[in-house]
């Protein structure tokens, strides 16, 4: 059986009491939701908004804790609300299922088994909303080939949205003097999740494949996309914002860098922000999906900025032109941008 979450949304001040208020989402199904009560941010004149709406729920910053240690019970969750948070994913009862456990769960058909099987999820995910009275996320694995697939099922099964990734499951090495792999337990391991830095271009393009497959078959304005994996920076968080996701989750990187850790991201995001003169996260969410393409078509597009440079002779125009001299330049005349 998959586990289940409880996204505890933050407003706008640090007091950390819950409201429990009736929502009625934007499909139409009454929901009751644990909100604490929203107002604004105190946000400085001028100042990007990095506030968020997500089925119905309204964050005063898109970056939710994930699921993990750092929302662990009341208390790191009160912290975490204190810090700045916008939301938490806790080990409680409700909203985000993860589909995606790799920790023992897939040896007992739960977790990570459930997110592998498009007929068990359909089927998960349609007694959960059917019961579900607050919006429901599912979370995806990685581990599978196509998350799209996963994806578009717990949507179609009722879900209001997806979150990815889960954690990579991996062997973190082989200990050269014992010849016992790592991690160690009692002399010996399981391959296990791995997260933080190294797997967030993995989770980027993840997320990617999901947010391309959504716009192009779901009504973006009545579900989410929430991504994570790897994040300690308000770049790594913008990356996720470009390619479609509405909030960012943190997991590892509350744990290396404590609560503290979303002053920061809040600031870079807008810094970032400024830079380019967006206001709302609306104003870039999805703004990068535009420029990804199949490879057929870069290598046309290749082809065809090839013919372009031998007209003007400019650049490597073909592979029998590699001299080794200058293979730098040569390397770099095959990408434009
Ligand atoms: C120690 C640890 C415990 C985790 N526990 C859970 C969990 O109980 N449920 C869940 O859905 N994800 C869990 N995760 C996965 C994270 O929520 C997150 O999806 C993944 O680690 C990638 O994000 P990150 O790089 O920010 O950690 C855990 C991750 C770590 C490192």
Not at 164 to 191: D, F, H, W
Not at 196 to 203: G, L, R
Not at 212 to 221: P, W
Not at 253 to 277: A, T
């Amino acid at each position: 059986m998959a586990s289940l979450s409880l996204t505890q949304i933050r407003g706008s001040n640090s007091v950390t009491e819950f409201t429990r208020l009736r929502l009625k989402t934007q499909r139409g199904r009454s929901k009751i939701g644990f909100l604490k009560v929203v107002g604004s941010q105190g946000q400085n004149q001028g100042e990007p908004d990095l506030s968020v709406t997500v089925n119905g729920l309204h964050m005063p910053n898109p970056f939710v804790i994930g699921s993990g240690p750092p929302g662990t019970n009341y208390t790191v969750m009160k912290r975490a609300f204190d810090e700045g948070w916008g939301a938490v994913i806790a080990k409680t009862d409700a909203l985000e299922i993860n589909f995606s456990c790799p920790h023992g769960m897939p040896e007992r058909k739960m977790g990570a088994a459930v997110g592998q099987d498009c007929a068990l999820l359909e089927e998960v995910c349609g007694w959960i909303n059917a019961k579900a009275t607050v919006p429901v996320w599912a979370k995806m694995t990685p581990n599978i080939t196509d998350i799209t697939q996963p994806a578009r099922v717990s949507l179609k099964s009722g879900c209001e949205g997806v979150a990815a990734i889960n954690t990579i499951m991996s062997v973190m090495g082989i200990n050269l003097k014992t010849l016992r792999p790592e991690p160690c337990v009692e002399g010996y391991s399981t391959p296990g999740g791995y997260s933080s830095k190294a797997v967030h271009p993995i989770a980027l393009g993840k997320v990617m494949s999901i947010a391309k497959m959504m716009k192009s078959e779901f009504d973006l304005e009545q579900y989410s996309l929430s991504g994570i994996g790897g994040v300690e920076t308000g770049s790594d968080a913008a990356e996720f914002i470009l390619v479609g996701a509405n909030t960012v989750q943190v997991c590892t990187g509350v744990m290396m860098h404590g609560y503290g850790l979303v002053k920061k991201l809040c600031d870079e995001l807008k810094d970032f922000m400024k830079m380019h003169n967006f206001s709302s996260i609306e104003d870039f969410r999805g703004a990068s999906l535009e420029y990804f393409t199949t490879h057929m078509d870069l290598v046309r597009r290749q082809q065809e900025a090839i013919q372009q440079r031998k007209a003007i002779k400019k650049g490597l125009q073909s592979d029998k032109d590699w001299t080794g001299d200058g293979f730098v330049k040569e390397t770099e005349s095959m990408v434009s941008n």
